[in-house]
Every structure is written in C-alpha cells, then in structure tokens.
C-alpha cells in the first residue's frame, strides 16, 4: 500500500494588525515635535505654564500644517494627570485615549457634517454637563468656517461666557469666512507653511523608523512638491513605501508623480535660454516618452523660472523653493542671460498656459505653444535700459531749460535687437510716393502749400477726407491747424485718428524738411471766430496722439507690433 499523503494544512499566518497609515502614525505628540510651528507651541506652552489659558483658540493655516494635531496636544497638556502641564506624559489613561481621537471629555466635531443649528443646540446644551473623569470639557471643531451663519450666532453666547470647565478649539483653513463676532472671541493662532528642508528632515526621520532606504535627492523631491504641507509629503511617502518597498530613488518619485527629473529640466531651461525652440520642442517630446505630464512639466518650468526671478533681483540661494541647493549656480546664470524683463514674461506665458490646460484636452499642444513662445523672447532687458537712458535725457533736458529731447541721453546706446525687426508697414489705403521737389520752410504764407504738397505724396480714403478742409493756419512754430466746416465732422475724425496723424506728420516732414505737428479743428460757422488754436485740455484721442509720438512707445511699437490704445493717468 502506498504511503499516504500529509493531510495536515502548513499554519497560517497570523492576521496582521489593522494598517495604520504614515501621517497617523508619526503624528505628533507634543509641542516639542511640532514642525514649523515653533512660534504656536512656545505661545501655548508659556500660557499653561503662565496659567493664562483662554476658553477659546482659533487654529489657522493651509491644510496638513499641523493644526488639528497642535488642538490635541494642547486637550492632553489640559488634561493630562499630570497638568495642566507644558509636557503632557503620553502614558496616562486619558493621554492615550485623546492620541485616538475617542476620549469621553475631548469631543472632535467635523464643522462640515455638523454645520446646522441643530448640531450647536445640542452642544450648547452639553456643555453645561461636567466632564466624566477629566479636568475639562475640550471641544474641538475642525473646519469650523463651515457653520452656518444662524449656527454660529447660536453659538455666540456660549463662546463669549463658556463655564468653567469648557474649553473650545476652533481650526480652519478659511479664516476670512468665519464672522468678526466669533473672531473676535478668540484667540488666534495662524499655523505657517512647513519649509522643504524642515519635511524633508522629517521625512528621513519617518523611512528610517520604517527600515527603508532613500536618496537625498528623493526626499527633497517630495518636500518641494509638497509645498508646505507635511501631511501632504507623508502621504506621498506612503504611496512610494508601497512603490519601492526596498529604496526609493529620485527617479521613483518622478516616475510616481509624473513630473520630470532634474537634469531634463534644466535642459529644457538651456534651450529656452538659447532661444532655441526646435531643441526645447525635443526635450518635451523626450519628456512625454518618459511619462511626464505637459501640465506638471509646466508648472515645473513655472516654478523655476521664480527661482530665477529670486536670483535676478538679488536674493540669496535660501529663498530657492522649487529647484534643489546643488542647481543655485545654474539657476542664477540662468537668470543673468535672460534678464528680469525676460524671466517675468516667460512667466506671464506659462501661467496663461496653466489656466488655459485646465480647460483643455490639448495639454502638450499648449505646452508646446508655451516653450516656443518663451524661446522666442527678445532681449527686454535692452529695451528696458533704453527705456532709463530716455528718461534720464528727459530729466536732463528740462532742468536746462525745458527742452524734450527725443533721443537718449549723451553716451547712451540704443540696444541693437538680435533679430532683424521690420518697421511697421503703412496701411494699405495709404501710399508715400516719392517726389524730386525740394524741402519747404513752413511759414504762415507757406502753410496751405505745404499742406497740399503733403496731400500730393499719399493716397487713398483719409486723403480724400483729408481734401474737405477749408483752411490751413500756422498754430505756432513748426505747428499747423487745418480748419473743416461743422458739415465735414466726419471727414475731420477720421483724419484725427493717431495712426492717421502720424502719417500727415510723416508726409509733411519729408515736405518741409523737419518735424511738424498738425491737428484738426472746427471752423465755425457764418464767419464766427474759428476754434481758438490757443492750448486747451487736450481731448481723449488727442492725449493718445501724443503718447503714441514718445520715441519709448515708438521703440515698443517696432519690437512688438502694437499700438497704445488706451491712457491711464497716475491717480
């Protein structure tokens, strides 16, 4: 007879003990281990030490700062057995049940499920009712901004004259949506954002509790991306715990959050700096190959280029947030080839690309669109020095004797633009033709006729609107009026238009051989005395005509193609 086979079952495992997840598990304890909070936890522990406890805090800050944590901590510091104390032991009964979050006396209270009347009713009749075993009554109400507004005026009252034995904890991440009556009832705590050396410190202290490995770089990688909340970098970790049980890697962590690594950032930053936009085109194709998202490759770009804005100005490597220490060299030489002008447009380009991704189903179209537009950047530095040189002229010209120079100042160079840049072409309806006739000094007999030889050199619409005038006067030096009978106002405004003034400008200076301004009045009727060709306030499109002539807004109207269409005077 055979043998028989072993019938009996290999053991079982024994079942694991339910998962804590890693922000629950490394919360912290004590004032003592509070990150970033320094300021909150000394305030707290000199007034229990003080013995001027308020019957009500008001916890503010962005999300996972740690405020609903500090609200425990400062219930156990109340009423721990052996306190009140700064220090609360962590090993009493009551200590251990409030770290849990199900202790009798400290009530957690979700302001967002728990927002109506009703609720605060039945609190306000509560808390009338003495505590079971421990020295206070804590509530504490998380997200308290969501109230109703009939909920916290039946609140009032009770906050205002608790008794004695009541001790209320607000947190909020809306501090602004909670009333002033509340407000001020309270005494406030604003909770700041965690720095990214601070988490990543901590996060160290956490992988290695956990018997896991990491790379520096890793750990920097989810400090920054975390932006100030420790929650948020907790969780992160957890998610790269199960991801790499073993070491995680900075390219572990790019590959989980789909954001590029360093090294091709930079690139990508290179070509922009080199206004190369076929190599930057590459390295984001290179990019989405490896699985980066053009919505978080944008925001990284974002992010660094304020790093290089933070360079441009002069601050020191310490204020760096989005790029780690090691690239502050690079940063900063990225900054000095690009210039501030140029970092603040790139910057205005790829936030304009952000809102428009999150209405959009072309992502790469647009961060494409964004990279060539940012590669195509002129040197708005030069434009911006050229910009001072003409002020500084300005200033000098009228404290000699009131003189507006319109070139810069002595010694001053105009910047000569990389590329070649075509002066603006006329419009179509209208056509400088040439004539062999000699220049004209514009005198009072010789007006007219150099407003006719003017006519002569151009052609189309406004010339023939232009024709309907009924005089010419010389207004003063180099200056001329030309006259239209009330019945030709239309003809008069269409000639008035600042594109069209600076053509009659341009056609009567090849005329008279010199600058000469011209403007276009009403004549009155039945032989009245015409407009006064004496000063007045000048009108909206008049103000823009002579804005439009500053040799500034020229230079701007050559790079960029535009016109000034608006003034907004200083108030």
Known sequence: M????????????????PYVVVARRYRPQSFGELIGQEHVAQALSNAISSHRVGHAYLFTGARGVGKTSCARILAKALDCVE????????????????????????????????RGIDEIRQLRQNVNVRPSRARFKIYIIDEVHMLTREAFNALLKTLEEPPEHVKFIFCTTEPTKIPITILSRCQRFDFAGISARSIAARLGQIV???????????????????????????????????FASERITAADVHGMLGTA???????L????????????????????????????????????????MVTAVGCPAELLLYVPPAAAGEVAEAGRRLGLQSIL???????????????STQARVLAELAVVRISQLEELDELASWMAA???????????????????????????????????????????????????????????????????????????????????????????????????????????RPDQVLRFEQALAEVTGG?????????????????????????????LLEVSRHPMLQRAAELFGAQPVNIEEPG
């Open 208 to 242: 290695r509790a956990e018997g896991v490995e990491a790379e520096p770089g890793a750990l920097e990688v989810i400090a920054r991306r975390a932006t100030g909340s420790m929650r948020d970098s907790q969780s992160l970790l957890e998610q790269l715990l199960a």
């Open 83 to 114: 306190g009140p104390t700064a220090a609360p032991c962590n090993r009493c009964d009551i200590c251990q049940s409030i770290s849990l979050g199900d202790d009798v006396d400290v009530l957690e209270i979700d302001g967002a499920s728990n």
């Open 269 to 308: 930053v290179k070509h922009l700096v080199d206004r190369n936009p076929a190599g930057a085109l590459g390295e984001l194709d290179a990019a989405a190959h490896e699985g980066v998202e053009p919505t978080q490759l944008i925001e990284q770009l974002f992010g660094y280029f304020r790093d290089c």
């Open 390 to 496: 003409l002020g500084a002229g300005q200033a000098g010209g009228k404290a000699a004797g009131g003189a507006r120079p319109t070139t810069p100042a002595q010694g001053a160079t105009p910047p000569v633009a990389k590329k070649n840049i075509e002066p603006a072409a006329p419009p179509q309806d209208v056509k400088l033709t040439p004539t062999a006739a000699p220049p004209l000094v514009l005198a009072a007999e010789t007006a007219a006729d150099a407003w006719g030889r003017a006519l002569e050199r151009m052609s189309g619409m406004v010339v023939e609107q232009a024709k309907q005038f009924s005089r010419v006067e010389l207004a003063g030096p180099n200056r001329l009026a030309v006259f239209f009978s009330p019945k030709y106002t239309l003809a008069r405004s269409a000639c008035q």
């Open 2 to 17: 055979a043998d028989s086979q072993p019938t009996t079952e290999p053991p079982r495992p024994a079942t694991p003990h």
């Open 515 to 543: 600058p000469v301004r011209v403007e276009f009045l009403l004549a009155a009727e039945d032989g009245a005395a015409a407009e006064a060709v004496a000063p007045r306030p000048p009108l909206p499109h008049q103000r």
């Open 345 to 359: 447009a790139a910057m205005q380009i790829l936030d304009q690309t952000l809102s428009r991704m999150r209405l």
């Open 261 to 267: 690594g360093d090294q091709r950032l930079t690139s």
